[in-house]
Structures are given as structure tokens and as C-alpha cells.
Nanobody, 125 residues
């Protein structure tokens, strides 16, 4: 079992920045991928940024490339998402997720079996 707890959400104006954190506990060594997903009202949950824990490779949705950065502090067992140049389109509930095993589609939400409770990000124009 893996437990994930997100923090760092909030309300910012367009152009601002936020940094999300996800504290992981439990059998995290078995997780091959950890990442951030988001879901806006009326929309499907989408992958934002994922890190392949074995080798550090990162994957980003096209919509956030160049603006968001995913990172991991292994000593603290914490995953981060630095979000810059935020826009109203980034408004959503952001979730931390983890999965074991390999994946051809690291950004596909349905592949993940461990989820946090989510943290709200609201960007006003």
C-alpha cells in the first residue's frame, strides 16, 4: 500500500506560480511512476507531469511543457510540481498518483492505482 498526501494548492492570479508537494509513504520503493494529474469540472482527469522513478525520466502534457517542472526528493519521499506562468486554463483539482510496473503511457490516469485526495488550484484572470 502507498499513501499520498498533497499540499500547496491555492488561488493565484494569472502569470503567478505555485508549488505543489506530495508526501508519499508506505511501499513507495515499488512504484515505477509517480506523477501529477488534474481534473477540471466537467472534464476528464488528465496527466500533467510524471516521473519514472527508476531512471528519472520525466513526461509532460503538451499544455504544460516549459511552464511546469516535476521533481522528487528521495530523502523526503516527496514529489513536487513547480507551476509557473499559470493561466485560468490550469484551474483544476490536482492529484498525486503512483503506480508499479512499466507503462507505455505514463500520462494515462487510468493506469494509476494509488491516488491522493487532491489539492485545488484556482487561477484568476
Amino acid at each position: 500500500q502507498v499513501q499520498l498526501v498533497e499540499s500547496g494548492g491555492g488561488s493565484v492570479q494569472a502569470g503567478g506560480s505555485l508549488k505543489l508537494a506530495c508526501a508519499a509513504s508506505g511501499y513507495t520503493s515499488a512504484m515505477y511512476y509517480m506523477g501529477w494529474f488534474r481534473q477540471a469540472p466537467g472534464k476528464e482527469r488528465e496527466g500533467v507531469a510524471v516521473i519514472w522513478t527508476r531512471f528519472g525520466a520525466t513526461y509532460y502534457a503538451d499544455s504544460v511543457k516549459g511552464r511546469f517542472t516535476i521533481s522528487r526528493d528521495n530523502a523526503k519521499n516527496t514529489l513536487y510540481l513547480q507551476m509557473n506562468s499559470l493561466g485560468p486554463e490550469d484551474t483544476a483539482m490536482y492529484y498525486c498518483a503512483a503506480k508499479g510496473g512499466n507503462s507505455f503511457y505514463p500520462l494515462r490516469a487510468s493506469d494509476y492505482n494509488y491516488w491522493g485526495q487532491g489539492t485545488q488550484v484556482t487561477v484568476s484572470s
